[in-house]
């Protein structure tokens, strides 16, 4: 079974700055997928960054960015020149790859609340 | 935008009723979950389904869930004799992908009293 870590319950950023979010994982696969998901107040989940593990390249999306250490099963966030709408809870997931005819899913972590204050 | 939406999104319920939690995933999508979130804890995986079957369950999803496909649009997770720990937030999620990325609707929140 895979494990998935956020060590940071809540954190705190002034806007423009920079901040990262850790995330950890514990997986016996060699094939997989890593996802940080958003989650706004009293909104839906949105995918934030997704990154192969197959990859040696980090994954970046515009100010988000990955530090993806496979060796260390270390997964963390950078939101650069922080915004007031990045305020939202942060969820670091794990998705195995699955054969085709079956469903993989996500498992999450219990999540990093991000205020940005001005 | 195409979304997932799910109704209603709020229910009250006395504990031992049954609740039906409706959601209509992205129309051209192939696998449909539901996941659930008591407040201020992780996000669970419930139950994924594909090719109009369950796909994997998580040991939360007992005999008490069920899920359905009835008809092309529809995706629908009923929640039989419900229990006071069964408050919780539901979120439907589906995918056109069986690794790809999952879209999430809005979640439903039940309160069973």
């Known amino acids: 079974a895979q494990t998935v870590t956020q060590s940071q319950p809540e954190m705190s950023v002034q806007e423009a700055e920079t901040v990262t979010l850790s995330c950890t994982y514990d997986t016996s696969e060699s094939n997989y997928y890593l996802f940080w998901y958003k989650q706004p107040p009293s909104r839906q989940m949105i995918l934030v960054i997704r990154q192969e593990a197959y990859k040696q390249q980090n994954a970046t999306e515009n100010r988000f960015s990955v530090n993806f250490q496979k060796a260390a099963k270390s997964f963390s966030l950078k939101i650069s020149d922080s915004q007031l709408g990045d305020t939202a809870m942060y969820f670091c997931a794990f998705m195995k790859w699955v054969n085709t005819g079956t469903a993989s899913k996500l498992t999450f972590g219990t999540g990093t609340r991000l205020q940005v204050t001005l | 935008e195409p979304e997932v939406t799910q109704t209603p999104s709020h229910q009250v319920t006395q504990m031992g009723q049954e609740v039906i939690l409706r959601c209509v995933p992205i129309?051209?999508?192939?696998?449909f979950y539901w996941y659930r979130q008591i407040l201020g804890q992780k996000v669970e995986f419930l139950v994924s389904?594909?090719?109009?079957?369950?796909?994997?369950k998580s040991e939360i999803f007992d005999d008490q869930f069920s899920v359905e496909r009835p008809d092309g649009s529809n995706f629908t997770l009923k929640i039989r004799s419900t229990k006071l720990e069964d408050s919780a937030m539901y979120f439907c999620?589906?995918?056109?992908?069986?690794?790809?990325?999952?879209?999430f609707g809005e979640g439903s929140r039940l309160t069973v009293l």
């Open positions: 999620a589906s995918t056109p992908l069986r690794t790809g990325e999952l879209f």
């Open positions: 389904f594909y090719n109009n079957e369950i796909s994997e």
């Open positions: 129309s051209n999508h192939l696998y």
